[in-house]
């Protein structure tokens, strides 16, 4: 949402918004909860994969499917088969909880007890479709409006930051950690 600021902090953000992400301060998107687990998707022929960063220099994972490389970090973000991810045990107990159905092809959020130190607080595994992701209210769309939903949403319950949809699918996030604090 914001560009980061590699001179100084990389882990924060500056007051411009990221080329691209205008539209975000435009109001054409749908803000939504961030939640913190793990993104898994389902493809339309029915897999399941599980996304990866790969850093620079490190071997790349069997039947990896890159979707891009971070041209300041050197990260290359894609998808790898569930089945040998180190999540997979976890995604699926999640698809257990959640009994025999019908899955929509899509992105979702893996979280639980065993992902990332549970910062959802869940007594189990589950998935939240990113499609379906709780409707944030965010009032003032500017660089100070935004820091200050995110880091009240985060303070309030431990909300990760907030991602933005716009209608074409175009996505932008913010996490209340890339804020300096004060």
């Known amino acids: 949402m914001f560009v980061r600021d590699f001179d100084n902090n ?10 691209g992400c205008e539209w975000v301060v435009t109001g054409e998107g749908r803000a939504t ?14 897999k399941w994969w599980a996304r990866r960063e790969v850093k ?12 891009s490389t971070d041209t300041e970090t050197g990260k290359t973000i894609g998808w790898e088969p569930i089945g040998q991810s180190s999540f997979a045990k ?20 893996l979280i639980g007890p065993k992902v990332n130190g549970n910062p959802e607080g869940g007594d189990v595994h589950r998935l939240v479709e990113h499609a379906a992701a709780q409707h ?14 995110v880091v009240a ?12 949809h716009h209608p074409d699918g175009r996505m932008a996030k913010i996490k209340a950690r890339d804020f300096p604090k004060g």
Not at 56 to 67: F, M, Q
Not at 90 to 109: D, K, N
């Open 10 to 19: 990389p882990a924060h953000v500056l007051p411009k918004v990221t080329p």
């Open 33 to 46: 909860r961030k939640y913190d687990g793990t993104c898994v998707m389902l493809d339309e022929a029915g």
């Open 56 to 67: 620079p220099r490190k071997p790349v994972p069997p039947n990896y499917v890159a979707l």
């Open 90 to 109: 976890f995604h699926a107990e999640a698809l257990q909880a959640t009994g025999p159905g019908e899955w929509t092809a899509g992105t979702f959020e």
């Open 136 to 149: 944030v209210q965010v009032l003032e769309l500017t660089f100070d409006g935004i820091r200050s939903t």
């Open 153 to 164: 949403l985060a303070e309030a319950n431990g909300c990760e930051g907030i991602v933005w």
